[in-house]
């Protein structure tokens, strides 16, 4: 199951330059993964300074 970024987001853009694969965005009120690009690795989870991401 891909990782998902949940509204604690605080759109500090950490994550997108972590994801190895390229499957995060800057989306309206919070950057966005592609389910279907994303390969689970944990990347953007370890980076994010306020947690928002789950997996």
Do not use: F, L, R, W
Request: with cysteine.
């Amino acid at each position: 199951m891909a990782h998902v970024i949940t509204d604690a987001c605080i759109k500090c853009g950490t994550c997108e330059g972590e994801c190895p694969v390229s499957a995060i965005s800057e989306g309206d009120a919070t950057y966005v993964i592609d389910a279907d690009t994303c390969i689970d690795c944990g990347a953007c989870a370890a980076s994010c300074p306020v947690s928002a991401i789950e997996g």
